[in-house]
């Protein structure tokens, strides 16, 4: 257990439609990584936040948006949902930016869209 | 641009020889280079990391694996295989300086046969 928790498990959507995913990080990590994992696109960064402030974008959709709460849980924002939008959606946290710190993985969230 | 490869998408090998699954890649600089393991429905877990020194590095689970900087390679290895190491296996390298996202290969699927 990474101590990283991902809240839905499985999310079963239709198109068109909006969808949040809940990441809470390991107690005392302040950055917040959101990765998207597809069979197409293998593992592929969406997002960095760090203590509230948004740090790095990497190829996340303009229908997509995140935002880190004061209590430094992260919140990822799925909308207009398409068919290639099905994927396992990763969290990862760390303790501090820089340096050569591991990322700790959730379990992911599996979303479905029919 | 950074890149990442695995160039085996399959590695079989049978339980108790030695493995290794192997990693290059494309970053300016000196990056910092992880391994992740990747069971069914489960999240990534870390299993080792160089960040300078000795180009040999020891990791969870009893593997290991080897810097190379002329090859610019990350090759991961364990002496003695176990059925229970079968897993994904993915390598990932984060620059030094710029954003702390990781860059993922695109995984090894690691099948150990009793």
């Known amino acids: 257990d990474s101590g990283v928790t991902q809240t839905p498990k499985h999310l079963i959507t239709a198109t068109g439609q909006r969808v949040t995913l809940r990441c809470s990080p390991r107690s005392g990590d302040l950055s917040v990584y959101w990765y998207q994992q597809s069979l197409d696109q293998g593992l592929q960064f969406l997002i960095h936040?760090?203590?509230?402030?948004?740090?790095a974008k990497g190829n996340i959709l303009e229908r997509f948006s995140a935002q880190q709460f004061p209590d430094l849980h992260s919140e990822l924002n799925l909308s207009s949902l398409e068919l290639g939008d099905s994927a396992l959606y990763f969290c990862?946290?760390?303790?501090?930016?820089?340096?050569?710190?591991?990322?700790?993985f959730g379990p992911g969230t599996r979303l479905t869209v029919l | 641009a950074q890149s990442v490869a695995q160039p085996e998408d399959q590695v079989n090998v049978a339980e108790g020889n030695p493995l290794t699954v192997k990693c290059t890649y494309s970053v300016s600089g000196n990056p910092y280079l992880f391994w992740y393991v990747q069971y069914p429905n489960r999240g990534l877990q870390f299993l080792l990391k160089y960040i300078t020194g000795d180009n040999l590095v020891k990791g969870s689970y009893g593997f290991e694996a080897e810097f190379n900087k002329s090859q610019t390679s990350f090759h991961l290895k364990k002496p003695s295989a176990l059925v229970s190491d079968s897993a994904l296996y993915f390598c990932a390298v984060r620059p030094r300086t710029g954003a702390n996202n990781l860059f993922f290969g695109t995984g090894t699927r690691l099948t150990v046969i009793p």
């Open positions: 990862a946290s760390s303790v501090v930016e820089g340096a050569g710190n591991e990322q700790f």
């Open positions: 936040y760090y203590n509230g402030e948004e740090r």
